[in-house]
């Protein structure tokens, strides 16, 4: 699923009106249809409904909203802010057709306002501004919104929480941001919807078909998309029926010094289940015991020192490596990965302390080979990168890495996002809080290379690797309840997050 910037709704809005064809007002009133069929479903007609519009499209929408809720028979107030006396053609049309139904539920605000009661039992619908916003709120918007959070009322935000602009919320004024319990966003998401810190604003989320033009929205290319099952489905390699190990992919995963050997168990554990023919691990020796009993399954190949990483291996028989979790960063070891990232030709994938030594030594990022994949969680990303003001900025870091580097970096997070090498940014939506757990990643890192060794490319294996982690999250949050989640238990449910794929 596409993710449009703001720009591009607007023209998407115009292709529409131009192709179906369909007049801007009438596509207005789907919309608002739509809106006021999704509040109906939630809050009775006893509710009391104050809402709040502005003098754009948005307020258009909250006007068509007030004039459908009063044919059902809602209480219903609305309040039109017509500060510099200009209203969107589209807005005025609804403000003459709520005056006409009936003329005592509009008060028109172009100077004083005198701002109704707001208690518990009043539903505020939210149409100020919309996601054509493009500064902060200030004066008195700003203090409406204000005085709309610290009310006790339900508050329903029409496409766009007011005051949150669509992409960039780098500089904005969060104080001045409605807080909606509810937002009914049209057609699509917006991007900054899909950061952690405006999570605040949006409540919950429901996405309303509004029926925008398909072949519009087909023609008009994306930067940002939203991963779909189908997505998946059909980047999945079939098994041949006649396969032996030999043909299904030999991975290595160098990871775990001593006492962190339980990282090399999970992501070699990750690697096999993906369904890898062979996996060797490299490993100090240290770890032998745990990971003879652990992983029986795995070959192991120990380092010549008794705890930590300290030489390049040779990789010329392996079809992917993976490495990084549970290595450490002492000075032997920061050598001895940059010397085995040199000198791997297969795919890669650096995570965790492979990823936190380059933070340590960043000359040695144009060392890296191209078509990398780098998986950091926020904290090794801002380690790497310098710290960002929010998730918006890493974000656009991130896909600036990806394309200075031609590698592919999956910023790990609730939507973790695939920066491709170029700059198409995609996002995963599987996943959930119960998945914020010791281990979680190294169970990723043995996926995507388990992937990569099955002949995967780097963006498919990345791709479908991310889904799969996230959805055997969700299967096992679903059985275990998102508090008890482990990391092993990422590993026990990838087969049957395979399984729902597959049906």
Same mark, same amino acid.
């Given at each position: 699923?596409?993710?449009? @910037? ?18 801007? *007002?009438?596509?207005? #009133? ?55 006396? !200009? ?6 049309? +609804? ?14 605000? $172009? ?22 916003? /493009? ?36 500089? +904005? ?7 909606? /319990? ?15 810190? +405006? ?20 023609? %008009? ?22 396969? !032996? ?22 992501? @070699? ?17 240290? +770890? ?10 795995? $070959? ?10 300290? #030489?390049? $291996? ?23 990965? *940059? =010397? ?32 990398? *994949? ?55 939506? @599987? ?13 990723? %890192?043995?996926?995507? @290379? ?8 780097? #963006? ?15 299967? =096992?949050?679903? #059985? ?24």
């Amino acid at each position: 699923m596409k993710i449009f @910037t703001s720009a591009q709704i607007h023209e998407l809005d115009k292709y529409t009106i131009e192709n179906e064809p369909i007049k801007s *007002i009438d596509l207005m #009133e789907r919309a608002a249809s739509a809106i006021t069929q999704a509040i109906t479903g939630v809050w009775g007609s006893a509710t009391r409904v104050i809402v709040f519009a502005g003098p754009g499209n948005n307020g258009g929408d909250a006007l068509a909203v007030a004039r459908q809720l009063l044919d059902r028979g809602y209480d219903v107030t609305a309040y039109l802010f017509n500060i510099q006396g !200009h209203l969107s053609e589209d807005c005025a049309t +609804n403000k003459k057709r709520l005056q006409e139904k009936r003329s005592k539920s509009l008060i028109e605000v $172009v100077q004083e306002f005198e701002p109704p009661q707001l208690d518990a039992d009043t539903l505020v619908v939210d149409g100020l501004f919309g996601s054509g916003l /493009n500064k902060p709120l200030a004066g008195g918007f700003a203090s409406l919104v204000k005085y709309i959070n610290a009310s006790p009322s339900k508050v329903v935000s029409i496409d766009i929480p007011s005051g949150l602009m669509t992409e960039d919320n780098t500089y +904005n004024v969060r104080a001045n941001i409605v807080r909606a /319990n509810l937002t009914l966003t049209l057609q699509h998401q917006k991007l900054s919807f899909l950061f952690a810190e +405006n999570q605040q604003f949006i409540g919950q989320l429901k996405v309303l078909d509004i029926r925008l033009s398909k072949e519009g929205i087909e023609k %008009t290319d994306a930067q940002y998309t939203l991963l779909e099952e189908n997505d998946i489905r059909k980047r999945l390699l079939p098994r041949d029926p006649f396969a !032996h190990k030999g043909k299904m992919g030999n991975a290595l995963i160098i990871a775990g010094s001593y006492g962190m050997g339980g990282a090399s168990v999970l992501a @070699t554990k990750a690697c096999l289940r993906v369904g890898a023919g062979r996996v060797t691990t490299h490993t100090p020796k240290r +770890n032998q015991i745990i990971m003879q009993i652990s992983v029986p399954e795995a $070959v192991l190949q120990f380092d010549r020192e008794e705890t930590t990483f300290s #030489e390049a $291996v040779d990789t010329d028989d392996f079809s992917a490596v993976g490495i990084g979790p549970g290595l450490g960063t002492n000075e032997q070891t920061a050598i001895a990965i *940059i =010397a085995q990232l040199r000198r791997t030709q297969c795919p890669l994938v650096a995570d965790a302390d492979a990823i936190n030594i380059l933070a340590n030594h960043r000359a040695w990022l144009q060392q890296l080979p191209k078509g990398i *994949i780098l998986t950091p969680h926020p904290k090794e990303f801002d380690r790497l990168e310098g710290p960002s003001s929010d998730s918006f900025e890493r974000l656009m870091k991130a896909r600036d890495l990806a394309e200075r580097l031609q590698a592919y970096v999956l910023l790990k997070g609730h939507h973790s996002s695939l920066c491709l090498p170029d700059g198409h940014i995609v996002f995963n939506t @599987t996943g959930n809080a119960g998945m914020a757990t010791a281990g979680s990643g190294d169970v990723l %890192t043995g996926i995507i @290379t388990g992937l990569l060794a099955r002949g995967y490319k780097q #963006e498919d294996a990345c791709i479908v690797g991310m889904y799969l982690h996230g959805l055997s999250g969700d299967i =096992a949050a679903k #059985e275990l309840g998102q508090e008890s989640v482990i990391a092993s238990d990422l590993i026990q449910y990838l087969p049957y997050a395979f399984k729902r794929i597959n049906e």
